[in-house]
């Protein structure tokens, strides 16, 4: 009993430590956005195609990568990630021209997507009891990561060193993740494998309804300096600390109340806050600010384990991190609205009516889901029919 423990207590911090690391991809971004646009020489909509890239590198690296360590273990996938991972931030930070950054922040995030897959579905595959929880604990890592690094970043970003940032990020990157990743592995399991042609409507009703619900959270991580201009420094850098750790802290917490409410209604009730905090979000005030940053990270970020959770609940855990690396692709769709489109929008309606526009859009998160909900795609034909 005691062995048990300990084994499924180091699948957590097997997952869970790779997560603390590469989450500075997405919530150090708001730090680093600036003095890589000044450095870099490029204006705003430019640098932020750089996040763009890293939702898209992220996201579709994790189809192929699912696949293989669905069929042939993680080990190979995690190994090759955290080596990207980790090399693309320390070669990014010494780049002189925008596309060349480009190249390597995309490498880097195809790293971060093949390390994101394997070690969110340690937790799907191993603990079908309690998924949400032990997803949510080892998601919680891409939260609370880059809240641990992001005071440090800051110091070094106000002193012009952001770049050695950087460096020591990747490193801490090779020297951690690859040896977790190195024994990684999933349990056997006699749960119908899905190929691509099989893949029911059902799935694709959730994937539209994951890409516009993560709206807000790709919002705030990409565009919280845009949102608090005029604020001061202090206020957007604390936001920025305060993201990823209640992004992280919520993940937990909203994957256990999913256990014994349901993933469904956990899901709805979710999309309906976030839609709410996102609209308090075009309050020019900064306790608005502050206050929908905080909610937007702790619903926001318990996206992911919701709907990891519930592919595994759906389908079973054969097929789950190809299926989780398909559904992933919907953050790409997320980062659009939340970034770019964001930032080409305030040029014409300010940035009060761009998050009127985003919240909408959140809103129309519900329709699919609904949609979803109402199917007559049964999980026992994935669960029972192997």
């Known amino acids: 009993m005691g062995a048990c423990v300990m084994r499924r207590g180091f699948i957590i911090v097997q997952g869970l430590l790779p997560m603390m690391l590469i989450s500075v991809y997405q919530y150090s971004w708001n730090l680093l956005m600036k003095p890589l646009m000044n450095s870099l020489n490029v204006n705003l909509p430019v640098i932020q195609v750089s996040y763009s890239l ?36 320390i070669t990014a930070s010494m780049v002189s021209n925008i596309a060349q950054f480009y190249i390597l922040w995309s490498i880097g995030s195809i790293g971060v ?20 929880l032990a997803t949510g604990l ?60 099989e893949i029911p409507p059902g799935f694709w009703l959730i994937l539209a309804s994951f890409s516009l619900m993560g709206i807000p959270l790709q ?13 001061g420094y202090l206020i957007v850098a604390a936001a920025s600390s305060l993201l990823p750790l209640f992004s992280g802290i919520g993940r937990p917490i909203i994957g256990s109340i999913s256990d014994k409410l349901g993933r469904r209604r956990t899901i709805l009730a979710v999309g309906l806050v976030l839609t709410v905090f996102t609209m308090i979000l075009a309050i020019r005030s900064p306790i608005a ?15 992911i384990t ?16 190809f299926l989780f690396g398909i559904l992933y692709n919907g953050k790409f769709v997320s980062a659009l609205i939340g970034s770019v489109a964001f930032a080409e929008s305030v040029e014409f309606i300010k940035v009060g009516g761009s998050l009127i526009l985003e919240s909408a ?9 609904v949609l979803f909900m109402r199917t007559t795609s049964s999980r026992v034909n994935y669960l029972e029919n192997a």
Not at 311 to 317: F, L, T
């Open 289 to 303: 600010y502050i206050t929908s940053t905080v909610a937007i990270g702790i619903l926001g970020g318990s996206l």
């Open 361 to 369: 859009l959140t809103l129309l998160s519900m329709l699919p889901f």
């Open 113 to 132: 997507g093949f390390v994101y897959g394997v070690s969110i579905n340690l937790g799907v595959k191993w603990f079908s009891g309690s998924r949400g």
């Open 54 to 89: 890293f939702v898209l590198f992220s996201t579709i690296s994790q189809v192929l990568g699912g696949y293989i360590a669905d069929s042939r273990g993680p080990r190979l996938i995690g190994v090759i990630g955290g080596a990207l991972a980790g090399l693309g931030i």
């Open 138 to 197: 080892i998601n919680m890592g891409f939260g609370i990561g880059a809240s641990l690094f992001n005071p440090a970043i800051s110091i070094l970003i106000s002193r012009g060193e952001y770049k050695f940032s950087m460096v020591l990020l990747g490193v801490l990157m090779l020297i951690v993740i690859m040896p977790l990743m190195a024994t990684a592995k999933y349990p056997p399991t006699s749960t119908k494998r899905i190929r691509f042609s």
């Open 306 to 321: 919701l709907f990891a959770s519930l592919i595994g609940d759906e389908y079973g855990i054969g097929s789950s991190t």
């Open 219 to 231: 919002l705030a991580s990409s565009s919280l300096s845009v949102i608090g201009e005029g604020y």
